[in-house]
């Protein structure tokens, strides 16, 4: 089992991020939260990951800290919840958020999430409400081993590849074309995409 990596930046192109680890090419995919938090590429960075073998591929998911890749693998063990939706979830929303929205009973915010409707938010609820209390509320915005948002992702079009990445992440193209339209488009792609699951969030 891969269970973290500690190299070089070499691609950041949501969902999908490449690290150098000794002349090897790492491919992971990742929420929009820790792609956020990527430092430039050709930086030095760190993160946790997960393996998932099956029978046509070896995928690699990499997380900015152990907290979320926590949340991943509890939230793959769902009935109906895929590595897909548990990345769509942790994009959507920070893994505190979660938990309180869990813990509160929020149905509501929940299903403003891409491929959560009322009968899944439901189920995750009762299925994570009992494997929270022992965990901590972490105090702030820092990633354990990235730095800072740094370099923006080299694109020709930042828009294209923002709505791309939110069509991979389950919304729907006219939906992803809806969060993104009035927004700055000479923004970097990950500050496009956050900026488009800020506001569906809010509703």
């Known amino acids: 089992m891969i269970g973290r990596l500690r190299g070089t930046l070499l691609e950041k192109q949501p969902p999908w991020m490449v690290i150098d680890v000794s002349g090897v090419g790492y491919e992971l995919e990742a929420s929009m939260n820790t792609l956020l938090a990527l430092p430039g590429v ?19 998911y990499g997380f900015a800290r152990q907290q979320e890749r926590s949340l991943f693998r509890a939230l793959i063990k769902v009935n109906g919840v895929g590595p897909k939706l548990a990345l769509a979830i942790l994009s959507g929303m920070e893994e505190n958020q979660f938990i309180r929205c869990v813990m509160d009973d929020d149905i509501k915010s929940l299903t403003r999430l891409p491929g959560v409707g009322k009968k899944t938010a439901e189920r995750l609820i009762v299925e994570m409400r009992d494997r ?72």
């Open 132 to 203: 929270f209390p022992h965990w901590t509320a972490e105090q702030g915005d820092a990633l354990d081993g990235l730095g800072q948002a740094g370099e923006a992702t080299h694109s020709h079009d930042p828009l294209a590849d923002a709505e791309a990445a939110l069509i991979t992440l389950g919304y729907k193209p006219t939906e992803a074309a809806r969060l993104l339209s009035g927004l700055d488009a000479k923004q970097p792609t990950e500050a496009l995409i956050k900026a488009a699951l800020t506001r569906q969030m809010a509703g």
């Open 42 to 60: 050709g930086e030095a960075v760190q993160v946790f990951t997960h393996l998932t073998i099956r029978e046509d591929a070896h995928l690699l």
